[in-house]
């Protein structure tokens, strides 16, 4: 019996059809959660409002004002960074100029600000932007003694300030962070998240870097604002920080960090720029746009599809309660199964994303009584990454939802072939999989040690591992590799391609290859229970639809052959071998829940439509149709350990003791038939020998009749 069914058999009772029940209810979850998942979506909205702020603030573009270039991908240090936010960043903050400076300059794929930006009028920015610097401790640094020791004294006597000092800095770390104020006159100090009581329940976008750090407010002006004053005054801002040296060498990482909103579609934008300080010197650039729609029930629309969440969390609930049920009765026999830990794992993801669902809607809620209060800085990073985690989750409980569809096909030979090839195969594909990555981790780290200094692909061992991956699927830097070194690299090459892609992989194709053939085999020999209990189901409820609109009369089945239940004379009843062969495939399938085990309600559901074969294979005196006494009878006469089910061995001496019993009564028919037959041919002989014997007399009489006409006629003429 499943967990479903133990769960809520109220709803799903067993007996006849369980399993077609079963996988219907799971058809309508599996509709439900796709309603759910998709209903709120606003389709392509989200990807172009990212790509219309990538646009706006980060363009892979060229972008040119005053006949100077500026692109951001191609900012390398903090000098370039600050000629970038001084410029486009602040041009971009208000684009509601009315006219710009200078005219479109077309220079091949490149161009200026646009005159006027009519594009990004129904998109604001919610509050204040936000400049935060992490900032690292310092430490002492250890000199290589191979310049003599004048020069050593010379640089530990330099100033802090001097590129050339005795102070260096690690990698940043949260537990190493520099919270210490600096400047002049101390005047940048550390400020914590501004909203840090409200976004402490959420997840942290920068884990690394940690909440807080060193703010510079950039204020927006009001709607309506002089945006000439605004930029002039920005500009300003920006150029004191860079005479400061707001960025020094202690700098780890700046963010600048703000929100976008469109009324149009009420969506929101976090949007993090963010630029690393490399200890090689550098910068890396970076930027996250995070697009959701933060109030999700503020209209019908939502309230409507918080019903349908409300719905389908009922039927989790359902599902978990039924699992915790068969979890008390199976206790550790119900890890023994894969699929059990599949849907568990599943359930506690779906009771994962509706915890995390109602921490995100409450601190939305609350963030959005933060701008209801004036605030001029709202932190939505952690809401929007929390959102973003949350949409992972989904994403991958999507894939485990529809890989469970597989559990309810299981009983279909014909449904089940991806999951019998693979269980077949496991243990080859087990040694292959290790046999594979021993050769894989070897050339990756060959390509890395060879490699880590000169292409990008290898500079680290996981960028080595994926760079050799994509390899296989005809993405690789050849020309870079024998630019670098001109034998190694196409040598190496040369060999990962034809022990992974040629060898290895053509072995792991033939090693499914061999399987399906063997599976194809199996099954060609097997019925496909399933099917028929599946089309028995849609013709009794086609029945009971017809009835029910009376549309016609339904059929009622007709009684059952007493005197046996195999008649071989009739041409449509088969075997009963034919018999014993379904009714053996079906029990074969029984295992529903594919714990190696099978219980009488596994039993039951398993029988289905061959209750009275059962009964008379099996000899046990019952009614048809009476499921739940065959499967009391088989599991009482079978179950040798009386442990309540029937294991592999107790399974197959019924098997073998239900094909021997099949091949009597098969006998024993046969012998009353060719009785019958013989019976009967005696009767037509005796048949046909009165008919002769009376054909004799009538030949005889018709002789006498004729030699008397004769004599008569012979009289009359004389």
Known sequence: MSALQRCLGCCLPGGEHAAVKEMLYYVLFLILFTVTLLGQSTGREPYQFQDMARDRFTSDDVVWIDNKRYRFPEISDVEDMWDW????????????????????????????????????????????????????????????????AAYNEYIKNQPATDSSSNTCYDTFSRADESTAAFGDSKEFRWSDDPQASINKALLDPSTRYGPGGFLQVIAMPPNGG??????????????????????????????????????????????????????????????????????????????????????????????????????????????????????????????????????????AARLRDELAKGVTYVNFQPLSYTLNQLRN?????????????????????????????????????????????IVYFGFAKAFFLAFSVDVKGFRSITDSIFSLFRSLLGDFDFDGLQHHNWFLGPFLFTM?????????????????????????????????????????????????LRKFLRMAPAKKQKPADKSSLYRLERNKAPSAIDMAAKLTNKLQVADANKDARVDVEELRNAIGGTTKAAAVLLDADVEDGDHESVAHAILSKYDKDKDGALDSEEMEQMNRELKERARDIEINNTNAYLQRQARQIMALEAKLDRTLTLL?????????????GGLSDVEDSE
């Not at 920005?234 to 700046?254: C, E, F, G, K």
């Not at 072995?507 to 399906?516: E, G, K, R, V």
């Not at 018709?702 to 030699?707: E, F, I, P, V």
């Open 85 to 148: 936010l001084e410029q486009p960043f602040v041009e971009s903050l208000h684009p509601y100029k009315e006219h710009r400076s200078g005219e479109r300059l077309d220079v091949g794929n490149t161009y200026s600000m646009e005159p006027l930006h009519m594009y990004y009028r129904k998109v604001d920015i919610i509050g204040d932007v936000v400049m935060i610097q992490k900032r690292a401790q310092p430490e002492e640094c250890t000199f290589v003694l191979n310049r003599g």
């Open 226 to 363: 002089n945006v000439t004053t605004f930029e002039s005054r920005t500009r300003t801002m920006i150029q004191n920080l860079r005479d400061q040296d707001w960025l020094d060498a202690a700098s780890a990482a700046l963010f600048i960090d703000f929100t976008l909103f469109n009324a149009n579609t009420q969506l929101f934008a976090t949007v993090r720029i963010q630029f690393e300080f490399l200890k090689t010197g550098g910068v890396l650039t970076d930027v996250f746009y995070r697009v959701h729609k933060f109030l999700r029930y503020e209209d019908a629309n939502g309230i409507f599809f918080a019903f349908l969440e409300a719905v389908f969390y009922v039927m989790v609930f359902g599902y978990v309660m039924g699992e915790v049920v068969e979890l008390i009765e199976d206790r550790w026999k119900y890890f023994q199964s894969f699929w059990n830990w599949l849907t568990a794992f599943n359930l506690l993801l779906f009771i994962a994303v509706l915890i995390i669902r109602i921490i995100t809607d409450v601190a």
């Open 393 to 437: 989750l989904s994403a991958f409980n999507a894939v485990l939802c529809w890989i469970k569809v597989f559990r309810y096909l299981g009983v279909s030979p014909q449904m089940s072939q991806l999951t019998r090839v693979l269980s077949r195969a496991a243990k080859h594909i087990l040694v292959f999989t290790v046999m594979f990555f």
């Open 496 to 544: 990962y391609i034809f022990l992974v892609f040629m060898v290895l992989f053509n072995m792991f194709l033939a090693i499914l290859n061999d399987s399906y053939t063997k599976c194809q085999a199996e099954m060609e020999e097997e019925d496909d229970p399933f099917a028929e209990e599946l089309q028995s189901y849609f013709a009794h409820m086609s029945r009971k």
């Open 696 to 708: 004799s007399r009538v030949a005889r009489t018709q002789r006498r009749s004729a030699r008397s």
